[in-house]
């Protein structure tokens, strides 16, 4: 029941207060799976996983997160949750986002250092995929 409710004040609890990073990983990911989960952009699911995954004191944006890479390595931003990085980052519906934010996060630091990252956003620029988006727009397109 708590979990339900995180995810279905999804942006708030991430916000609002940064005391979300003291879950644990097992935690985080089962919020990350509610089907309910309800947030005004998958930008903040992003930010989120990476405020997470930092256990940073206030909330990072992903861009930010980029410039940081720009002076910093990932296992100097990450520490110990770097690994958790590629377990949650497939919880972002990357298709639900515009295809000039995937074209910025393609060419972004975040995608340089962070493999999964870099094909995750790839396989969303695709013009393919674009194609069946269109032609498709009702098809659940992630799994």
Same mark, same amino acid.
């Given at each position: ?28 990911? $089962?919020? !990350? ?12 699911? %992003?930010? #989120? *996983?990476? /405020? ?13 997160? $980029?410039? !940081?890479l720009s002076t910093s390595t990932p296992e100097q931003l990450f520490g110990e949750r %770097?690994? #958790? *990085?590629? /377990? ?56």
């Amino acid at each position: 029941m708590c979990k339900q409710n995180f995810a279905t004040h999804f942006d708030y609890c991430t916000t609002a207060c940064t005391d979300f990073v003291l879950l644990d990983e097992a935690t985080f990911k $089962d919020i !990350l799976q509610q089907g309910d989960m309800t947030v005004t952009s998958e930008e903040k699911v %992003l930010d #989120a *996983i990476l /405020t997470w995954c930092m256990e940073a004191c206030e909330t990072f944006y992903w861009s930010s997160v $980029d410039k !940081l890479l720009s002076t910093s390595t990932p296992e100097q931003l990450f520490g110990e949750r %770097l690994t #958790a *990085i590629n /377990t949650l980052l497939p919880f972002v519906r990357f298709p639900l986002m515009p295809p000039s934010l995937l074209q910025r996060m393609e060419k972004s630091n975040l995608a340089k250092h962070i493999e999964l990252f870099r094909q995750l956003v790839s396989n969303y620029i695709d013009p393919f995929f674009w194609h069946v988006r269109v032609c498709y727009p009702t098809q659940e397109l992630y799994s």
